[in-house]
């Protein structure tokens, strides 16, 4: 099994920054894609950003220019810099990993139990 763990969430003003962060660990063999998503209260989960194993990285819209994600393969970490921080960016946050336990089994989607932000003055 894959374990998932956020951290970094809080409360942030407007215009503010928050790091997040996120560590996988378990019966990994190799990670394919690793990646943030957000659900707001009343709305379905959507897409902030993901990164592959190769660095490329893939944002919503909504965050281009102001969220940056990174990742640590030796580390399986991913973080995800936030700046300029809106009220529409308040949302739990959760880390997706597609990970496979070996080389002969297809990646699968494992997510963490998510991390709260919240922007407000």
């Known amino acids: 099994q894959v374990q998932v763990v956020e951290s970094g969430g809080g409360l942030v003003q407007p215009g503010g920054s928050l790091r997040l962060s996120c560590a996988a660990s378990g019966s990994i063999f190799s990670i394919y894609a690793m990646g943030w998503y957000r659900q707001a209260p009343g709305k379905q989960r959507e897409l902030v950003a993901t990164?592959?194993?190769?660095?490329?990285?893939t944002y919503a819209d909504s965050v281009k220019g102001r969220f940056t994600i990174s990742r640590d393969n030796a580390k399986n970490t991913v973080t995800l810099q936030m700046n300029s921080l809106k009220p529409d960016d308040t949302a739990v946050y959760f880390c997706?990993?597609?990970?496979?336990?070996?080389?002969?089994?297809?990646?699968?989607?494992?997510w963490g139990q998510g991390t709260l932000v919240t922007v407000s003055s």
């Open positions: 990164i592959t194993n190769g660095g490329s990285p």
């Open positions: 997706r990993v597609d990970s496979r336990s070996r080389a002969t089994v297809p990646f699968i989607a494992t």
